[in-house]
């Protein structure tokens, strides 16, 4: 493996991870967790990609959504596969959807979904894990930020890391 390969300076330490893809599927997670087994990994980012069969990042997501069902239904989905496993240290890209969002807000905000937002923190929180912040939804963006009251809501519930991913799909 080309991590294997790298001789980092002394006193530098990198570290291994991998982001694993959540689905809402019987077998998915059992399946992944064993393949994942066999890897001296020390990070694990689970992330979830499709919501009923659907990738949220792209704007055909939101077809029969408003807004706030698009990310509600998105961060239940998270909530429900993360109910199955521990093995994980960050929940990814919990605002994936605002990637293709089609509506003029799209930066997920705390008030579209609160109670579920509230659900999967506590989840989060109460298994040590903590969230990514990912750069590339920052980037597709543009001028909009994202909601800080999301993070503050996080810190106020007891969150006390985050992660920052960049999401480069290259070394």
Do not use: W
């Not at 077998?27 to 990994?41: H, Q, V």
């Not at 905000?109 to 109670?115: E, K, L, R, S």
Request: proline share 8%; net charge negative.
């Amino acid at each position: 493996r080309p991590i294997d390969r790298l001789s980092p300076p002394p006193g530098l330490y990198v570290r291994k991870g991998v982001e694993m893809g959540l689905l809402l599927d019987a077998g998915i997670i059992p399946r992944t967790l064993s393949a994942l087994e066999c890897l001296p990994l020390d990070f694990v980012i689970a992330s979830l990609h499709l919501v009923d069969e659907v990738d949220p990042s792209f704007p055909y997501y939101f077809a029969d959504k408003t807004r706030q069902e698009g990310f509600a239904r998105y961060l239940e989905t998270i909530y429900a596969c993360l109910q199955q496993t521990d093995a994980y240290q960050a929940v990814g890209h919990i605002d994936y959807p605002s990637k293709g969002c089609p509506y003029p807000q799209k930066a997920l905000q705390y008030a579209d979904a609160p109670d579920v937002i509230d659900a999967l923190f506590r989840l989060v929180i109460q298994k040590g894990k903590c969230i990514e912040i990912n750069g590339s939804v920052l980037t597709r963006l543009g001028k909009q930020q994202p909601d800080l009251a999301l993070y503050r809501r996080y810190v106020a519930l007891g969150g006390e890391y985050v992660t920052f991913g960049s999401d480069a799909h290259t070394p």
